[in-house]
């Protein structure tokens, strides 16, 4: 008999064996964008993880889509998965209902969810950081750029971080939205310019995460403007992109592979039934600061020139 199976090359077929048990060692992954390195940092840890722990991954992106979300949660319950790790979760009801029914254990890794067992680090701490490494340079004129790219529960926590930091100092808070340059737009090139240059210039942007103060520094290039000697910018994440010395970014950074060690604990903690009916659990924590070479004093005097690169002057 064995000698037949490994003639005929045949091999179980693991899935239909799991649908029949209703029982897998699959663990399902949803992630909102994996075009942002980060999320994928994480799944990519969370993989190696759950290996490490015999246990498979099944990785679904939604693109922050609220009914593609509720169609991948669907997808994952077909195949009967044991646990559900949600990463950039929309926070959408109907998607912990849905598993809160059929009895599948879930947490929420890197942002907030007071429904659900979560880890997270505390986004208006890491935010007040970014604003006071700003104010002890000299910079007084810092506004929040904030955008679609960040869940709504993170969002607002990053928005009230900089708004109390920037009041706590005397400071007016100023709110942008990086979907205005996204796609480079001239008109949109030349209203930056003129935030940074014109009579009430700003001197400093505190992006709400890495992805937005990259595609930030970008436009500012593109409007003729150098970082820092022009205007600073500090990201938040810590994703490995910012770290390269073509781009220098100051961040908040996230401690990743403690996120995912910690978000598998408390999902793998429900699935053996250690605390089948505990209060969500939240685990908080700490961010750190990571200072580069995209913050600096801010100019005496805003340059007109065009710039020859981000790191003109500096090789």
Not at 194 to 217: H, K, Q, S, Y
Request: glycine share 8%; charged share 25%.
């Amino acid at each position: 008999m064995l000698e037949a199976i490994e003639a005929l090359g045949y091999r179980p077929n693991a899935l239909a064996r799991d649908l029949v048990r209703r029982r897998s060692n699959t663990l399902g992954v949803l992630v909102g964008d994996l075009a942002n390195t980060f999320y994928a940092e994480l799944v990519k840890l969370m993989e190696l993880q759950a290996s490490d722990a015999a246990f498979t991954t099944m990785v679904c992106n939604t693109n922050g889509n609220f009914a593609l979300e509720r169609a991948r949660v669907e997808t994952l319950l077909e195949r009967a998965v044991l646990g559900v790790v949600l990463l950039q979760f929309s926070g959408d009801r109907t998607v912990l209902e849905e598993l809160r029914a059929a009895r599948v254990p879930v947490v929420v890794v890197s942002c907030s969810d007071e429904r659900a067992d979560c880890v997270a680090v505390d986004d208006a701490a890491g935010m007040r950081a970014a604003v006071e490494h700003l104010h002890s340079l000299g910079h007084r004129a810092i506004a929040h750029v904030t955008g679609h790219l960040l869940e709504e529960t993170t969002r607002a926590e990053r928005f009230a971080g900089y708004e109390r930091a920037m009041r706590d100092r005397g400071l007016s808070p100023r709110l942008l939205s990086a979907d205005d340059w996204e796609h480079g737009s001239p008109e949109a090139i030349r209203s930056l310019r003129e935030l940074v240059t014109g009579p009430d210039r700003l001197t400093a942007f505190a992006a709400g995460n890495d992805v937005m103060a990259i595609r930030l520094m970008d436009a500012l290039e593109a409007a003729g403007l150098r970082v820092p000697e022009d205007v600073s910018v500090t990201g938040f994440d810590g994703i490995e992109l910012g770290a390269h010395s073509r781009i220098g970014l100051t961040t908040v950074s996230q401690p990743r592979v403690e996120l995912v060690t910690r978000g598998l604990e408390l999902l793998l903690d429900r699935i053996r039934g250690d605390s089948p009916t505990a209060a969500p659990r939240r685990v908080t924590l700490a961010p750190q600061l990571v200072v580069r070479d995209s913050t600096a004093p801010p100019p005496t005097r805003p340059s007109h020139g065009r710039a020859l690169g981000r790191q003109a002057g500096r090789e």
